[in-house]
């Protein structure tokens, strides 16, 4: 079986002034995620942020809302909130504040500067922690499983 070649950038327009926008690299794994729940994305002609609802894509003229519902349809409300920007944060505060804490313990000594080093080094290790566990645990499985492909930059 020959594996699909994942494309490098993509173009959408811009309805309200008619103007593309190449997307590449993270932004296009970010736009190109229907379960991304992104709200906004970047006009490169009006410099500005506006709603999805006001792009489509260039090569089949699908709004990119469209999109999103079309690959998020059979998506239940508990793997949207699995994949959602609250759950992410939650994720990586609890994962913070956990292992901040442990450290602490660890360090726990009369040296104050010393408590402090391993306050904010736990927090800043916890929160990349909590950010792999929130996208290998939960978001790039449930990525695989609603829309069917481990990489959505595939998806038209």
Same mark, same amino acid.
């Given at each position: 079986?020959?594996?699909?070649?994942?494309?490098?950038?993509? +173009?959408?327009?811009?309805?309200?002034?008619?103007?593309?926008?190449?997307?590449? %690299?993270?932004?296009?794994?970010?736009?190109?995620?229907?379960?991304? #729940?992104? %709200?906004?994305?970047?006009?490169?002609?009006?410099?500005?942020?506006?709603?999805? #609802?006001?792009?489509?894509?260039?090569?089949?003229? %699908?709004?990119?809302?469209?999109?999103?519902?079309?690959?998020?349809?059979?998506?239940?409300?508990?793997?949207?909130?699995?994949?959602?920007?609250?759950?992410?944060?939650?994720?990586?505060?609890?994962?913070?504040?956990?292992?901040?804490?442990?450290?602490?313990?660890?360090?726990?000594?009369?040296?104050?500067?010393?408590?402090?080093?391993?306050?904010?080094?736990?927090?800043?290790?916890?929160?990349?922690?909590?950010?792999?566990?929130?996208?290998?645990?939960?978001?790039?499985?449930?990525?695989?499983?609603?829309?069917?492909?481990?990489?959505?930059?595939?998806? +038209?």
């Amino acid at each position: 079986m020959v594996e699909q070649q994942i494309p490098e950038s993509r +173009t959408y327009r811009h309805t309200q002034c008619g103007n593309e926008t190449t997307v590449s %690299e993270q932004s296009f794994e970010l736009v190109s995620n229907p379960m991304s #729940s992104m %709200e906004q994305t970047h006009c490169s002609s009006c410099n500005a942020m506006f709603p999805i #609802s006001e792009y489509e894509w260039s090569d089949t003229g %699908e709004t990119i809302s469209g999109y999103y519902a079309r690959h998020t349809k059979n998506a239940t409300d508990r793997q949207r909130f699995l994949c959602s920007k609250k759950f992410m944060v939650g994720v990586i505060l609890f994962s913070a504040i956990v292992t901040a804490g442990a450290i602490s313990v660890l360090v726990a000594d009369n040296n104050m500067l010393a408590r402090i080093i391993s306050l904010f080094g736990g927090l800043m290790i916890g929160a990349m922690i909590g950010m792999a566990i929130f996208v290998s645990g939960f978001a790039n499985p449930i990525k695989r499983k609603v829309c069917g492909v481990s990489d959505t930059r595939m998806l +038209t």
